[in-house]
């Protein structure tokens, strides 16, 4: 399969404690996206990357997250001093191209804090 | 700023009836505008997108979705209902007009569709 993946899939951690999350994209695919999406809602942008450049960050992006893409294929997210309210799915997707093109996401990390 | 509307929380129907699942966007200049489906504990997956040209676009597993520019609205669509259709959608949009910020998606909060026998 040559689709998004991401590790781990689940994640359980304390409040406090710092957290990170890894994407590996489709490997043609230059632009890499993260979104967080909790129940009953739809994934919510966080960041955008085209190949290693952040572009893009979202208002919900607080001081507390940071995303790197250090050679423009994988990404990792951190989150530090975890809160509850961070607990969430955290999406990957990667497209091909800009604006009209589909972005095809992975399978999600799920973070609880507790 | 960008939005998207699905006004039913969730959508019922019998296997073999037509469905259809309801989105409405709002955008400053001209939409890409996106459908979606997430089965339980995994990734949203694609469907099908409308960019330009024919009002009604095809896309995976018999769905189809008609744009309505004067309505706002990006309907999705099937004939004929499955069991295995039952998911939560998601309509998303994305202003193609707007430069800087123009890439990221703005989702819906989705639509629970729940088709029985």
């Known amino acids: 399969d040559t689709g998004v993946s991401q590790d781990p899939r689940h994640k359980i951690t304390k409040r406090g404690q710092n957290v990170t999350f890894r994407c590996d994209p489709i490997?043609?695919?230059?632009?890499l996206y993260w979104y967080r999406q909790t129940l009953g809602q739809g994934p919510e942008f966080l960041t955008y990357f085209q190949n290693e450049a952040q572009l893009e960050k979202s208002r919900l992006l607080s001081d507390r997250f940071s995303a790197e893409r250090p050679k423009g294929s994988f990404s990792t997210l951190e989150i530090q001093r975890t809160e509850q309210g961070d607990s969430a799915m955290y999406l990957c997707?990667?497209?091909?191209?800009?604006?009209?093109?589909?972005?095809?996401f992975g399978p999600g990390t799920r973070l609880t804090v507790t | 700023a960008q939005s998207v509307a699905q006004p039913e929380d969730q959508v019922n129907v019998a296997e073999g009836n037509p469905l259809t699942v309801k989105c409405t966007y709002s955008?400053?200049?001209?939409?890409?505008l996106f459908w979606y489906v997430q089965y339980p504990n995994r990734g949203l997956q694609f469907l099908l997108k409308y960019i330009t040209g024919d009002n009604l676009v095809k896309g995976s597993y018999g769905f189809e979705a008609e744009f309505n520019k004067s309505q706002t609205s990006f309907h999705l669509k099937k004939p004929s209902a499955l069991v295995s259709d039952s998911a939560l959608y998601f309509c998303a949009v994305r202003d193609m007009t707007r430069a800087g910020t123009a890439s990221k998606l703005t989702f819906g909060t989705g639509t629970r569709l729940q088709v029985t026998l």
């Open positions: 955008v400053s200049g001209n939409p890409y």
């Open positions: 997707a990667s497209s091909s191209g800009d604006r009209g093109y589909e972005q095809y």
């Open positions: 490997s043609e695919h230059n632009r």
